[in-house]
């Protein structure tokens, strides 16, 4: 835990970038129910445009047949036939118009509906980029610091090689104690068999020398990373170890408080 002095105002300042959430929320949520129907409106508007396609091209069938059977001098029958199916087919055509007229002016209004979504959304995207450099990134780099000030300390030991993969981890926000050190490596210990044991017992015996002698000496400091690897020598796998890593922060110490 944080001191309060430190964790306090940091937890304010969360608070407050959790209530901005629900606000941002609320103008994303409308525009993302506006965009989906804008989506469907637009797959309706294909499906119309491809009827009238399809429908220029029965048009533009019967203009061919038109053409072929009714040009030139017809005697009277044949005139009055090609007379009434031209009068019907001209009224065709102007429903088509009709058509295509209602067609362009639902189009026209899908890009005006898309263009007022497209510039609420760049809208709020700014407004989340300013939330983000006003809020988000300062709080990361105060509560970083605070975290970096509190001295939180990061220690894993580890048992590897032959495909064995067992850990103890500390972190804690102030330094690690050469008890605690001692500790975690007796707890990893346990985590093996007796086979893991036989080729590792000098590497354990070595890690714990190596916290001890540092502890004697004040204790270790990260950045940068401090990293012992510890191994039996001539046992097979190899790669049989046991590993000290620090990543941040003091470890080894006498006292928690030490400086």
Not at 33 to 42: A, P, S, T, V
Not at 113 to 142: C, H, M, Q, Y
Not at 160 to 175: A, D, F, T, W, Y
Request: hydrophobic share 40%; proline share 5%; net charge negative.
């Amino acid at each position: 835990m944080l001191p309060p002095e430190v964790g306090g105002p940091l937890l304010s300042d969360w608070n407050e970038i959790e209530s901005a959430k629900p606000k941002l929320l609320s103008i994303a949520e409308p525009l993302d129910i506006q965009d989906q129907k804008l989506y469907d409106d637009g797959i309706i508007l294909d499906a119309w445009k491809k009827r009238i396609d399809d429908r220029d091209a029965l048009i533009e069938e019967e203009s061919a047949q038109f053409e072929a059977q009714c040009r030139g001098q017809l005697p009277d029958p044949e005139y009055q036939i090609c007379l009434s199916w031209f009068h019907r087919f001209n009224l065709c055509i102007d429903a088509r118009n009709a058509e295509v007229r209602r067609y362009n002016a639902k189009v026209a209004a899908w890009n005006t509906k898309r263009d007022e979504i497209a510039s609420a959304g760049d809208e709020l995207t700014l407004k989340v980029k300013r939330w983000e450099n006003d809020k988000i990134i300062p709080f990361n780099a105060k509560s970083e610091k605070a975290t970096q000030d509190a001295q939180m300390t990061s220690v894993v030991f580890q048992a590897q090689g032959g495909g064995l993969q067992k850990s103890e981890k500390i972190n804690v926000l102030r330094p690690v104690t050469v008890q605690e050190g001692l500790q975690k490596l007796d707890d990893l210990w346990a985590q093996l068999t007796d086979t893991e044991r036989e080729t590792r017992d000098k590497a354990i015996a070595q890690a714990r020398d190596f916290v001890w002698e540092t502890s004697t000496v004040g204790g270790v400091t990260a950045p940068p990373k401090v990293e012992r690897n510890f191994h039996n020598p001539g046992v097979n796998p190899g790669d049989a170890r046991i590993d000290v890593v620090l990543f941040r922060g003091r470890a080894f110490v006498f006292t928690p408080a030490a400086k």
